[in-house]
């Protein structure tokens, strides 16, 4: 039985609600699963086109039928999330036909458990926030850098300041505030740091640094690049390789 059970059914909200709940999700880098009815054969309480949010706590906001579905919704989307996989999706098909639970490629299938029977089918999409990636310098590099990371869809941000959940820091400063930074980055356990240097000035700057082992230098992958754009492609594949 879910942890869950004993909570109330979600009521319906109106789509322009959940639409601005959405957007308050998204600007605080929120992760939530959308849950939307694609197929409601009857007796159900729920409709082609419902929708519902599932948020990492187990509260649902929305409707996409009665407890019973609730339930399976929240335990489905909820384990959605825990695979932290953008993009991340499958079809749920709640219904009576299946004695027990069955899974395939982008599919799961439960059996009702409420008595009125019923089949709903629902896509759920786990939707993460983007990948947050900070720049510090103003260089070509550092430009580059911003331009083909929002190319990539990901969340780019420059300055001193470092954001609590960054997944990536690129100093790209050319020698201006770089051991501030990298200290600042590596007492926040930020996954990646990478230093634009050579590997000799690199070395003599991450011997100042406590922890500079942690720091890729020179960032980026070799591919031979030489333009700002080509070495920014190279750190990036270096950020997709390490993740």
């Keep these: 039985m879910s942890e869950f059970l004993g909570m109330p059914t979600p009521r319906p909200r109106p789509a322009a609600d959940l639409d601005a709940r959405v ?3 998204r600007s605080g880098r929120e992760p939530y699963v959308l849950a939307t009815v694609v197929r409601a054969q009857r007796p159900t309480s729920a409709k082609a086109g ?21 339930d399976t919704v929240r335990a489905q989307g909820l384990r959605l999330l825990e695979l932290r996989s953008v993009g991340r999706a499958t079809l749920l098909r709640i219904t009576p036909e299946a004695g027990e639970p069955h899974e395939e490629e982008g599919l799961v299938a439960v059996g009702q458990p409420c008595l ?4 709903l089918e629902i896509f759920l999409e786990a939707v993460l ?5 900070h720049v510090y310098g103003d260089s070509p590099i550092a430009r580059a850098f911003t331009a083909v990371g929002q190319a990539m869809g990901y969340q780019v ?3 001193p300041g470092i954001p609590a959940d960054a997944d990536a820091v690129l100093v790209a400063s050319h020698g201006v505030g ?3 930074i ?5 007492a926040r356990g930020v996954p990646y740091i990478g230093l634009i240097a050579s590997r000799r000035r690199g070395a003599a700057v991450l ?21 700002p754009g080509e070495v920014a492609v190279s750190v990036y594949a270096e950020i997709i390789s390490l993740r």
Aim: glycine residues 16%; charged residues 25%.
């Design 116 to 119: 009125s029977g019923g089949t």
């Design 23 to 25: 957007a308050r999700l």
């Design 50 to 70: 419902d929708r519902a949010l599932v948020l990492p706590d187990g509260t649902i906001e929305g409707f996409v039928g009665g407890v019973c579905a609730t």
């Design 182 to 186: 990298l200290r600042d980055a590596l």
């Design 207 to 227: 011997a100042r640094v406590e922890g500079g082992e942690r720091v890729q230098v020179p960032a980026g992958l070799d591919i031979g690049a030489r333009t």
């Design 157 to 159: 941000e420059t300055g």
């Design 129 to 133: 926030p983007p990948v947050l990636i």
């Design 178 to 180: 770089e051991e501030p």
